[in-house]
């Protein structure tokens, strides 16, 4: 069963210009799928993948029948697992370029599991010839899309004002029903195969289906490790960190990594998008972190699989995090530049989010929310023009002019 991402429409913008489209994610976030969908209302169309040795070694050994084959004389050419190729980035190039000196007008899109400069090796060749998006697993708009459509346009009224900064209301029984569907999507996450899964148990394969996939596939064909068990102590060891500052020791201990090499693979599991550091908001060095970054991971279902914990929502004690890592994924899946803050004295607010016209929101993220955080206090006198809000997965009490959000409508 398709359904409908929102990369969708933005890729349709761009189907008739001459830019090559490259979308990248994670794996099994529905790259193929999507970009499938879009081919089957086209003509004069080719999809080859990378997967397919003949096919890649005459990208890479014979690029001129190559282009003579497929990128030539056809409307569209889909390459998908196009991260296999080597020096792809340089090819791409010669066949753009070959293409509008002949006035060959052949719309290219690639795909990759790993971010642009790991799917296509030296994207330097491509400046000004590529357009690059990125595909996640769903967020909590899409994931309604498939499990409940008549809360859909209360979560896109929702969603409104909080972009907007106005206030919101929804009753108790509607709240009800989205936190449901909330909760779930929190703890087994947004991949596709996983959401449209009919049970826990296949949730639960489908996650260890993907995280194995991962390992076989991007650890040892990219990196060539042969000690793939260090790396795999790392990412158990960043599942347990999720919403506090990295503590570099603790996994250098745990993943028998050195210091530099440990920040190798932290980079590498940032690029393959299984998790991400973000760094501190700050203007005065004296008085805010600077450095030091917090990790979360893009899927709460995935790090609740690594973590080996599908507890309910209502018995773990890491409920904080976990929520502060959903709300994260919802950040980062709808493009918000963000940050987060925190004093020498360890006062915190969760995130910083920089929006249109020059505006900051510090955002704080609740289970409830029943009086204003001290934080808020003091990150207001050192950032006057700051706006502040709260997101509560249940009581969320409006106070002053402290607007309270439920937690889902983030996005």
């Not at 697992?81 to 007008?105: M, P, R, S, T």
């Not at 290219?108 to 599991?113: K, L, N, V």
């Not at 890491?318 to 950040?331: I, K, S």
Request: glycine share 6%; net charge positive.
């Amino acid at each position: 069963m398709y359904v409908k991402r929102k990369l969708e429409d933005t890729i349709l913008k761009y189907i008739d210009t001459p830019e090559i489209i490259a979308v990248v994610g994670p794996r099994q976030s529905g790259k193929t799928t999507l970009l499938n969908k879009i081919f089957s209302g086209l003509k004069r169309t080719e999809c080859v993948s990378f997967d397919d040795k003949k096919i890649l070694n005459l990208f890479e050994n014979d690029i001129d029948s190559f282009r003579e084959m497929y990128a030539k004389n056809l409307a569209y050419l889909f390459i998908d697992e196009f991260q296999y190729a080597k020096n792809g980035g340089q090819k791409l190039k010669y066949i753009f370029d070959q293409n509008k000196k002949e006035n060959k007008k052949v719309k290219i899109f690639i795909s990759g599991s790993s971010a642009i400069d790991l799917v296509i090796n030296a994207t330097k060749y491509l400046v000004g010839r590529v357009f690059i998006f990125n595909l996640y697993p769903f967020d909590f708009e899409e994931y309604l899309r498939y499990h409940d459509k008549n809360l859909l346009p209360l979560f896109l009224n929702g969603n409104k004002c909080f972009k907007n900064g106005e206030k919101f209301g929804m009753s108790q029984e509607t709240q009800n029903l989205m936190l449901k569907h909330f909760d779930k999507y929190v703890l087994y996450g947004g991949y596709p195969r996983v959401v449209l899964s009919k049970s826990v148990e296949e949730k639960k394969e489908v996650l260890k289906n993907i995280y194995n996939t991962y390992f076989l596939r991007e650890v040892r064909d990219i990196l060539g490790l042969i000690d793939d068990y260090k790396l795999e102590k790392l990412i158990r060891g960043l599942s347990l960190q999720i919403g506090n500052l990295i503590d570099y020791g603790e996994l250098g201990i745990l993943s028998e990594y050195s210091y530099p090499t440990l920040k190798k693979y932290l980079n590498f599991l940032e690029k393959t998008f299984v998790c991400s550091r973000i760094r501190p908001f700050y203007k005065n060095k004296r008085i805010e972190i600077v450095k030091n970054p917090k990790v979360y991971f893009f899927d709460t279902g995935l790090r609740n699989y690594i973590a080996d914990d599908f507890r309910s929502l209502e018995n773990r004690g890491d409920l904080g995090e976990l929520l502060e890592n959903a709300v994260f994924g919802q950040l980062v899946k709808n493009e918000y530049s963000f940050n987060y803050w925190r004093t020498k004295q360890k006062q915190e607010v969760d995130f910083i989010l920089r929006l249109s016209g020059g505006r900051e929101l510090g955002l704080e993220v609740k289970n409830n929310f029943k009086e204003i955080p001290r934080a808020f206090f003091t990150i207001k006198s050192i950032h006057k023009k700051m706006n502040l809000a709260v997101v509560a997965r249940k009581r969320c009490d409006q106070k002053n002019d402290i607007n309270c959000y439920p937690i889902f409508v983030v996005g």
